[in-house]
């Protein structure tokens, strides 16, 4: 209101005069009262346009460049008021002062702010400002960052004793300041905020009241309602705070602390979301404020769905005060050393690391072992049980050394003990039991029993079952209802020990005390389903369903497969019946497929709660596989596998399309739990290999693979799969070896007599796998061999390839040689009988390992694959051979004599083959071979049909049928008498074949000694011709040589006559008014003359011919069609010894001489020699015209003038 009258006043002056300098002074202090100090400026530079030394504008627009954060040039003008008025009011040295210091010259303010005390000792605001200095300079050197950053204690003394002078001589300004006006409103927020930090809240709220009604500025007001909040806030007066905090902003909204102050309070009243709009306000302005960032992580935490912000802004700040580190060691020119000696606040690593335990282990011990490294700095704060016990169970989690877990969980028991010594000791002096004390008895109790079953578990971990175990009983002494203890009692008892009584006593034990426990149901659902009792399984299962959680994954798997193996029995039911049509057969069927109709309800169901559960997906292919559609089923097999590869990703449930049909069970489940079943920190991975969801899931991606004909694909699935389970076993075998149990024994939780007994104990061997597992594991990997020999069978089968077949038989040899199974030395009924006896294994299969039916080649026999794989000898012995050896005969089992079933039916078949090869593809080794093979396959079917009919009159289940095996050993006599013709028929064939071979080696020897007598005979004529060539070319030229010498020998003549004498020799007249031509015809020549040959020339050419040296010398003849052009025409001399031709254009003849017809040559004038063509004018010179020195016997002759013979 007061405002807006003044504007109205101003607008009034302004009509009345618009230069006078009260006018823009007044307009001036007007937008500096509106916060516009840009506006403020112009107004105040309007003044001093009218008056440049006008003091007031001169002051105003000083302040108003101060506001525009314009430093230097404020300071500049508070300089020049100084020298126009040193002792104008106000002082101009407080402005000179207050811009040195936010120039950073904090010495040349304080020496300017001394001077205006000095000047007017009556003055408060000097002594206000350097009080604030000092402050902040306190601030600034006991900065913890800096302070821990230097590790000199002498210079951290030092610091500290600044630290107090400093704080002293602020008081003693404050108090001055007081003093000399104790209404001074900036005096009163600087005494309040020292009298807050000194924990008088009350003394504070009262002068932060007093200055809100002396301020004479907006901030000051604002400031006092902040100082006001502040002490309400402390005292934990929520209401008024946040009230204070309100009109704070109201009055300034950018105060950032009075709105992260109400952040806060609105964090009290849980207004989550205005909380979380209020501090991004903040953050916005100052992103790199560490305190807001902790409280958007806080606020973050607790809101659903929001843990990953929350994780966000903890590493933000983290970030924050890492670059801090850097940046200090860049400007003080040391390395950066440990970031964490930065931190010194524990629970941004204790809130970070509890968000981290559910996305990642490794990143939450990190976290707490930094928490740890800062508790430990501080004065006995390193005395925290349950951050060590957090630390041993994520390394635990990590498969951290086991000394390390040990040691950590070792520490949390030491600390957790010593502090309940001492709390009990605290509790005894007082006499009288404190609520508080017990309470905290009671929690470090707890705390001890929770360290108890982690190291239990960490125990187990390390194979040291007979330990873990007296911890859990240890636990349940003192604590009957720990539950979680009591679940691994039935644990170990039933999966380590075997005993599946004691498991079950404990599980009731477990519900009596817990009824809704869902685990020990569970449990005992998943014991009483290995035990075969599935109605007792079928209703642990229903109950936690129905009575528990209808939601609950484990049940629902565990539901979905007991469906799915009661829809394969009645399958089987109905396969095996003799009549299909039968109502027997009918009811078999519409209950196998009401049974995989609900199986497959269950695991739709648990693919909608999960769709990573590669258990349910793993039992929806194999009911896809069961109905029919193998292809659909190996997509899905392979789906599950590569998911369980990569530990995540989405299943998808193939429904196929068509009519459901039933066929024989192939498919194995296995059993996989998708959930633990025990309380305490995260289970680790079950080693049982009946959870291997990988392993089984490419077992039956191999079955489906055989399925549809791809026989070499589910070759190399099976062997995959072997290779997991023996690298998986020998991980487990040597984990447990290596394991040393010296360091292991986390001594705080155990008496001197205890250790004393471990000590003596000390030798027991760590084991990572119970008996049963071991055994089972031996079986499985039976089973998988058996599978791919099954693989083999059928492809060598279907391909009539006897080498894989021989490869399928070396398999099966090799598994019976490692078990040690063996036709018995006597066949008779007897030895049947004793085995019989000795058959006392229960003979049903798991649902991953029932029989592999495949139909050989004559449709009369099947190949089975049982739970007991047998070989009789790896080397191939026949039965004599086998009874002749002293080693006993093997107590034969049902499932042995099964295998010993397929062991027969490979090597009858490997006869087969044999048999059916023509005798180019055979040898007569492989006729032997197979006939021994055969002996031994027919005395094991005559063996396994008499033993098969004994037990089926003790009814005993079979798993072959004695009438096939009767018949396969009649087929394998016939086929033995077959072989043996077959076998004089090879050896007539070889015996031939050898007498073509030697026959034929003797052709290609002749053929050979034939080819070498040519081959040096041609030898022979070209070395005879070599050397005839050689003689003629030394005649040729020792007769050149001697020609040569002769030459030499000569007198010279003139010149005439030399050249008279050289033309002579060449066959040319020397008569020069008859010059040489090369035609017989007369040529006319460009100077008129007429040449013709006379008798002279041709008696020359005649003597040329008949001179062997001169034919030498003579050029070559050029074919007769070959076009030259004329060598006549007009020359023109270009120097000595050379000349250029010009062509005529004429069509030359070859003559007989080899010279070439043309043109007469121009007559010269005072030529003293005879031109001849040069070397380059023919190019028919022979190589052989060359002498020993390499000059051409061309140049001796046309150079007769120069000497060159």
């Known amino acids: 209101m007061l405002l807006q009258m003044a504007t109205a006043l101003l607008t009034e002056a302004e009509r009345i005069s618009r230069t006078d300098s009260c006018t823009y002074l007044v307009k001036g202090m007007l937008a500096m009262c509106k916060r516009l100090p840009d506006a403020a400026v112009i107004q105040f530079n309007n003044a001093l346009r009218v008056d440049p030394l006008n003091l007031v504008a001169l002051l105003g627009k000083a302040r108003a460049l101060y506001g525009r954060r314009q430093f230097p040039q404020a300071l500049a003008i508070y300089q020049q008021i100084l020298v126009l008025r040193p ?4 002082d101009a040295r407080i402005g000179i002062g207050m811009c040195l210091y936010k120039l950073g010259h904090v010495d040349d303010a304080r ?22 200095i000092e402050l902040n300079e306190i601030k600034r050197s006991v900065d913890p960052h800096i302070t821990r950053a230097a590790a000199d204690p002498d210079t951290l003394q030092k610091s500290m004793g600044e630290s107090a002078d400093g704080l002293r001589r602020a008081m003693e300004h404050l108090q001055r300041a007081y003093e000399l006006q104790p209404d001074n409103a900036a005096a009163l927020i600087t005494l309040a905020d020292r009298l807050f930090c000194k924990e008088d809240l009350a003394g504070a709220r009262k002068l932060a009241e007093k200055a809100i009604g002396t301020a004479d500025t907006m901030a000051i007001q604002a400031e006092a309602h902040f100082q006001i909040a502040r002490s309400y806030h402390a005292a934990k007066q929520f209401d008024l705070a946040y009230e204070s905090y309100q009109k704070c902003l109201a009055i300034n909204e950018r105060h950032s602390l009075a709105r992260y102050g109400l952040g806060q309070m609105q964090l009290q009243r849980t207004g989550m979301s205005s909380a979380e709009a209020t501090f991004q306000r903040v953050l916005e302005r100052y992103p790199k404020c560490v305190e807001v960032l902790r409280a958007l992580a806080y606020l973050h935490a607790r809101l659903p769905n929001t843990k990953a912000k929350a994780l966000e802004y903890y590493e933000k700040e983290m970030q924050v005060i890492s670059d801090e580190a850097t940046e200090h060691a860049r400007l003080s020119g040391n390395p950066v050393g440990d970031v964490s000696e930065w931190f010194d606040d524990a629970n941004l690593f204790l809130e970070a690391g509890l968000l981290y335990e559910a996305t990642s282990a490794k990143k939450a011990r990190k976290a707490y072992a930094i928490a740890t490294n800062i508790l430990q700095r501080g004065k006995g704060s390193d005395a925290i049980p349950e951050l060590w016990n957090n630390l041993g169970a994520l390394s635990q989690q990590t498969a951290e050394n086991n000394e390390s877990i040990s040691f950590e969980y070792n520490k949390a028991a030491e600390k957790c003990v010593n502090m309940l010594a001492e709390v009990r000791a605290q509790q005894a002096d007082k006499k009288t039991a404190h609520p508080k004390g017990t309470s905290e008895i009671r929690r470090l109790e707890n705390m001890l029993v929770t360290i108890t079953y982690n190291t239990a578990r960490f125990y187990e971990h390390c194979g040291l079952w007979e330990k873990a175990e007296e911890l859990y009983k240890g636990i349940l002494a003192s604590i009957p209802a720990y539950i979680d203890a009591r679940m691994r009692l039935a644990y170990i008892a039933y999966f380590y020990r075997g005993n599946s009584e004691g498991a079950l006593l404990h599980i009731s034990q477990a519900i009596e005390g817990d009824a809704k426990r869902a685990s020990a149901w569970l449990m005992r659902g998943n014991i009483e389903l290995q035990r075969k009792n599935v109605q007792d399984a079928r209703r642990a299962f229903e109950h936690v369903l129905k009575d528990i959680s209808k939601h609950d994954i484990y049940a629902l798997c565990s539901l979905g497969n007991y469906y799915l193996a009661a829809g394969k029995s009645e399958s089987m039911r109905a396969a095996n019946d003799s009549n299909p049509a039968s109502a027997t057969a009918k009811k078999a069927k519409d209950l196998s497929h009401q049974n995989y109709k609900r199986a497959l309800e269950f695991f739709d169901k648990c693919l909608q709660l999960d769709e990573r559960c590669a258990a349910a997906a793993h039992g929806a292919a194999i009911i896809i596989a069961e109905r029919g559609f193998a292809n ?34 192939k498919y194995g489940s296995g059993t996989a739990s998708s959930t633990g079943v025990e309380g305490g920190p995260r289970q680790m991975d079950d080693t049982r290999v009946a959870c291997d969801v990988l392993l089984w899931s490419g077992v039956n991606t191999a079955h489906a693979c055989v399925e549809i004909g791809n026989y070499r694909q589910a070759i190399l699935a099976y062997e995959a799969c072997i290779k997991r389970l023996m690298d998986t076993t020998a991980f487990l075998n040597a984990a447990g070896s290596s394991v040393h149990t010296d ?10 007599a205890a250790l004393q007994s471990d000590t003596e104990n000390s030798d027991a061997t760590p084991t990572m796998m119970s008996d049963a597992e071991r055994s089972e594991r031996k079986r499985v990997e039976r089973d998988l061999r058996l599978y791919l020999v099954r693989a083999q069978y059928i492809q060598a089968k279907a391909t009539k390839d006897i080498a894989i077949m021989r490869v399928a038989l070396k398999e099966i040899r090799d598994l019976c040689a490692e078990a040690d199974i063996r036709l018995p030395e006597s066949e008779s009924k007897a030895d049947g009988q ?17 029989a592999k039916p495949g139909t050989d080649a004559d449709g009369d026999s099947e190949m089975a694959i ?12 026949d039965a004599s051979a086998a009874a002749s050896e002293k080693k006993p005969s093997p107590r034969l089992t049902p499932e042995d004599s099964l295998v010993l079933y397929d062991l027969a039916l490979v090597e009858q078949s490997v006869a087969q083959l044999a048999s059916d090869l023509s005798e180019s593809q055979r040898t007569l080794s492989d006729i032997e071979a197979a006939i021994s093979d055969l002996e031994h396959s027919t005395a094991a079917f005559t063996f396994l049909a008499e033993w098969g009919k004994s037990m089926q009159k003790k009814r005993h289940k ?3 049928s004695p009438r096939l095996a009767s018949e396969r050993a009649g087929y394998g006599k016939s086929l033995v008498s077959k072989l043996a013709r077959k076998r004089q028929d090879q050896e007539d064939f070889e015996r031939q074949r050898q007498e073509n071979l030697v026959q034929w080696r003797k052709q290609q020897q002749e053929e050979e000694s034939k080819k070498r007598e040519e081959a040096e005979r041609a030898e022979r004529e070209r070395v005879e011709r070599e050397a005839k060539m050689l003689r003629e070319t030394e005649e040729r030229n020792a007769l050149l040589r001697e020609q040569m010498a002769t030459e030499a020998k000569r007198p010279t003549p003139t010149k005439a006559a030399e050249t008279s004498s050289s033309a002579k020799d060449l066959g040319i007249s020397s008569d020069k008014s008859k010059p040489y031509v090369d035609d017989e015809d007369d040529l006319s020549s460009d100077d008129g003359y007429q040449v013709k040959r006379d008798a002279d020339t041709a008696g020359a050419k005649s003597e040329s011919e008949n001179d062997p040296v001169l034919g030498m010398l003579r050029p070559a003849a050029r074919p007769k069609d070959t076009q030259q052009p004329a060598r006549g025409g007009n020359r023109k001399r270009l120097g000595r010894g050379r000349v250029r031709s010009k062509p005529t254009g004429g069509h030359t003849d070859e003559d007989s001489d080899g010279l070439t017809k043309g043109a007469a040559p121009r007559k010269r004038r005072n030529v003293d020699k005879t031109e001849v063509p040069t070397d380059h004018d023919d190019p028919h010179l022979d190589d052989q015209q060359t002498e020993p020195s390499g000059k051409s016997n061309s140049k001796a002759v046309v150079s007769d003038s120069e000497g060159d013979d």
Do not use: W
């Open 743 to 752: 360091g292991l024994v986390v001594s705080a939780l155990k008496s001197e």
């Open 111 to 132: 020496r300017a702010l001394k001077r205006a005390i000095a000047v007017d000792s009556t003055a408060a605001a000097p002594h206000i400002l350097l009080a604030n």
């Open 958 to 960: 079979l798993l072959y």
């Open 87 to 90: 002792t104008s009011k106000p």
């Open 834 to 850: 004793a085995s019989v006896d000795s058959a006392t294994k229960p003979e049903g299969q798991n649902a991953g390992d029932a």
């Open 866 to 877: 049982a739970d007991k794989p047998a070989n009789p000898s790896s080397d191939g012995k």
């Open 632 to 665: 659909d089923a190996r997509r899905l097999f392979q789906e599950v596998r590569d998911a369980a590869t990569a530990g995540m990703g989405s299943l998808t449930l193939c429904n196929p399309a068509g009519d459901l049909v039933f066929k024989t069970p």
